[in-house]
């Protein structure tokens, strides 16, 4: 179960710290679809992004919320 964090006593959301390496993770993967020049196939770029986000967002969450 995620437990909020505490640093000098204000207590944040367990998203303050799973955002940033699901943005790693996404921009991982849009770089590695730019370098091997398969983008092209993508039909609407920015939506591709923000889904690959919202999936990473998710398994991260499932998989350290267990």
Same mark, same amino acid.
């Given at each position: #179960?995620?437990?909020? !964090? /505490?640093?000098?006593?204000? @207590?944040?959301?367990?998203?303050?710290? %799973?955002?940033? #390496?699901?943005?790693? !993770? /996404?921009?991982?993967?849009? @770089?590695?679809?730019?370098?091997?020049? %398969?983008?092209?196939?993508?039909?609407?770029?920015?939506?591709?992004?923000?889904?690959?986000?919202?999936?990473?967002?998710?398994?991260?969450?499932?998989?350290?919320?267990?």
């Amino acid at each position: #179960m995620l437990h909020e !964090l /505490s640093f000098g006593g204000m @207590l944040f959301s367990p998203l303050v710290a %799973l955002v940033p #390496m699901a943005f790693i !993770l /996404s921009a991982l993967t849009r @770089l590695g679809l730019h370098h091997l020049d %398969l983008r092209r196939y993508i039909w609407k770029e920015a939506w591709f992004d923000v889904a690959s986000f919202v999936c990473y967002l998710a398994a991260i969450v499932y998989l350290f919320g267990e």
